[in-house]
């Protein structure tokens, strides 16, 4: 992580192309564009590498996240099950779609926890939505196995997870719609972008129509194009696409490349005996952007935190203080500050999420810490790295 460490003439010959033909649009244009349909060249390769039947690209993470929610018909009054550990456009997305997010805890994966799900759950409850935080899954089968039980529809947020899997199954393959993010500092980046992907192909359609409009995308005229339902702009253009292309056939390299670094760091911290790792469900899935790890307690963990920011390590983060990640720092959410005016403060059920306890998810997130895995780091940089990573716990 991220992709951009990666860049190179891949990308720029894929982006020549579509500055040579002019056309930066998606969609038509088809004798202008001589072949070139970067955007539909990425949906294809995206879903065959994930295994989905289908994949739309989109404008960003959180433009699949809006568009997963509306395919799968969430809105208006509805409740949606989130975790505190995640990236504010998750929440983002459930407000803005007019439904309510509900909070549930979270386990040691640093995910969604399943037995979390039921205290969370009331006759409003629509959907769930886990995250798979950095790098890693939750308990996915478990939290599916909750959702069938409880008629709960599941939209995963693999933003983070791209190229990860649970016992070869792709993360994001498990719900009923997955969404990723390509934003500049993700796994692979295409500047600003997003996907998502189901096997259901009228959610498929719903995806497709409502990220451009409600246009139907049959035929070459645009004019005659059907619109069975209202949508929004949410579309990727070809100069995007072309560089997500490019980084999409660098993933599993990248992969590699994360987990050999990791797997090093790892090793060294495994020999301190207050270090717990994070739970991950399938170590072999783990697309290893992050190294995520348990002291035994809060004191500890900050001191540990201090410690390796003042040695240089670079890209570790204390998320229980970090204003980015963690429900606890989030005051625009629990006060709801926002610039719309979002439906939710009109319902007659609003929550009051100045009031939200989460007593599970600080005690683990008190005590967590995650460790940026790079890819351009040299093999002498790496051991560098360790040795003063080890000085510090030795402290
Ligand atoms: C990055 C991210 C998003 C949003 O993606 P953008 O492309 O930046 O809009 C959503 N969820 C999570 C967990 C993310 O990390």
């Known amino acids: 992580m991220p992709g951009f460490e990666v860049f190179g003439d891949e990308e720029r010959k894929e982006v020549q192309d579509v500055l040579h033909t002019g056309v930066l649009f998606r969609y038509g244009f088809d004798q202008a564009r001589q072949g070139h349909w970067k955007a539909k060249e990425f949906e294809e390769a995206f879903a065959r590498r994930l295994g989905a039947p289908y994949c739309h690209l989109c404008s960003s993470g959180t433009a699949a996240l809006s568009i997963a929610l509306a395919a799968c018909g969430v809105g208006a009054g509805d409740e949606v099950i989130v975790p505190p550990f995640t990236f504010v456009a998750t929440i983002e997305a459930v407000l803005h779609a007019g439904a309510a997010p509900v909070f549930g ?22 959907a769930v939505v886990p995250v798979h935080m950095c790098g890693s899954m ?55 972008g997003g996907a998502v992907v189901t096997a259901e192909k009228d959610l498929y359609a719903a995806a497709d129509a409502y990220a451009d409009h409600g246009h139907d995308h ?16 949410f579309r990727i253009s070809e100069l995007n696409a072309a560089v997500g ?22 090793e060294a911290l495994a020999q301190f005996s207050e270090v717990s790792f994070r739970n991950i469900p399938d170590e072999e899935g783990d697309s290893a952007t992050f190294l995520s790890f348990f002291l035994p307690d809060e004191t500890r963990a900050r001191v540990v935190a201090k410690g390796l920011g003042e040695a240089g390590i670079d890209g570790c983060f204390y998320w229980y203080d970090n204003n980015w990640h963690y429900l606890r720092r989030w005051d625009h959410i629990k006060t709801l500050a926002s610039a719309a ?55």
């Not at 292309?245 to 790892?266: G, P, T, V, W």
């Not at 007659?348 to 790079?374: E, F, N, W």
């Open 105 to 126: 805890e979270i386990d040691d994966t640093l995910c969604l926890d399943p037995d979390g799900i039921d205290a969370a759950v009331t006759p409003r409850t629509r």
């Open 218 to 233: 049959m035929g070459n005229d645009r004019g005659l194009e059907g619109h069975s339902i209202l949508g929004t702009n």
């Open 245 to 266: 292309l490019a980084q999409l056939r660098k993933l599993d390299a990248i992969l590699e490349k994360q987990r050999s670094h990791k797997k090093a760091i790892k």
């Open 341 to 395: 005016r979002l439906a939710i403060k009109g319902f007659d059920h609003c929550p009051d999420y100045t009031q939200v306890r989460l007593p599970r998810s600080d005690g683990i997130m008190s005590r967590a810490l995650s460790m940026q895995i790079k890819l351009s780091w040299t093999e002498e940089q790496l051991e560098q790295r360790i040795e003063k990573i080890r000085g510090v716990l030795a402290r």
């Open 138 to 192: 939750a308990k996915i089968e478990e939290i599916r196995a909750v959702c069938d039980e409880a008629g709960l529809i599941l939209i995963e947020d693999a933003c983070q997870s791209v190229g990860a899997a649970f016992k070869g199954k792709a993360l994001g393959t498990f719900g009923r719609m997955g969404c990723f993010s390509f934003d500049p500092v993700k796994t692979i980046t295409c500047g600003e």
